[in-house]
């Protein structure tokens, strides 16, 4: 997935920890209006019960109607954080 190669960009450039940027996230999607996201946090507590967690990964991972999710976030929420240089 993404997120494992934006980590340490994100600090260095953006001053954005892991922790921020999963919160930025989280806020995103809550208040997303995109189909596969409210499918996603349907119930609202996907990512607060262990048992739903490796079901909702694999939703994030295996569906593609995240792929257009995750850059909209991106251009959306994260770029606009990150200074020109």
């Not at 190669?5 to 995109?34: C, N, Y």
């Not at 048992?51 to 991972?61: A, C, D, F, P, Q």
Request: glycine fraction near 4%.
């Amino acid at each position: 997935m993404y997120f494992r190669h934006i980590w340490v960009p994100l600090r260095e450039l953006a001053g954005l920890t892991q922790s921020a940027v999963l919160l930025i996230l989280s806020d995103w999607f809550q208040d997303s209006t995109d189909p596969a996201v409210v499918e996603l946090l349907g119930h609202g507590r996907e990512f607060t019960d262990s048992g739903l967690v490796v079901e909702s990964l694999h939703k994030l991972y295996a569906d593609a109607r995240f792929a257009p999710v995750f850059q909209r976030w991106w251009d959306e929420a994260i770029l606009p954080k990150v200074p020109e240089r």
